[in-house]
Nanobody, 124 residues
Framework: QIQLVESGGGLVQAGGSLRVSCAAS????????MGWFRQTPGKEREFVAA????????LYVDSVKGRFTISRDNAKNTVHLQMNSLKFEDSAVYYC?????????????????WGQGTQVTVSS
C-alpha cells in the first residue's frame, strides 16, 4: 500500500508562488497516476491537477490553467505542484492522491490513496 506525505504548504501573498510536494513510500510509484486536490472548510474536495504515470500527460481544472504546473520524478517517488500567480481563492488544504491506472482523472472517487494534506494560505 502506497503512503503519501505532502510538504511545502505555507503562507504567501497574492500574486506569489509556492510549490507543494508529495513523497510516496512505494518503489512502484511509476505505476500510479497522481493527482492534486484541494478542500476548504464547508466545501467538497475538488480536483486541481493530475499527471500520468510517465509524466507525459497532464490535466488541470480550468481555474488553475496557465498558473499551476504538475510534475513528477519517478526516480525520487515525488510529485510536485508549482503554483504561480496565486489568488486568495487558491487558499485550501492541498491533498496528494494516487490511483492505479494509466490515464489521468479528475474524479476523486477513482483515487485509491491519499495523503494527509498541506495547508496553503494566500493573503489578499
Amino acid at each position: 500500500q502506497i503512503q503519501l506525505v505532502e510538504s511545502g504548504g505555507g503562507l504567501v501573498q497574492a500574486g506569489g508562488s509556492l510549490r507543494v510536494s508529495c513523497a510516496a513510500s512505494e518503489g512502484t510509484f511509476s505505476m500510479y497516476t497522481m493527482g492534486w486536490f484541494r478542500q476548504t472548510p464547508g466545501k467538497e474536495r475538488e480536483f486541481v491537477a493530475a499527471i500520468s504515470r510517465s509524466g507525459g500527460s497532464d490535466l488541470y481544472v480550468d481555474s488553475v490553467k496557465g498558473r499551476f504546473t504538475i510534475s513528477r520524478d519517478n526516480a525520487k517517488n515525488t510529485v510536485h505542484l508549482q503554483m504561480n500567480s496565486l489568488k486568495f481563492e487558491d487558499s485550501a488544504v492541498y491533498y496528494c492522491a494516487a490511483r492505479m491506472g494509466p490515464w489521468t482523472s479528475s474524479n476523486l472517487q477513482e483515487y485509491d490513496y491519499w495523503g494527509q494534506g498541506t495547508q496553503v494560505t494566500v493573503s489578499s
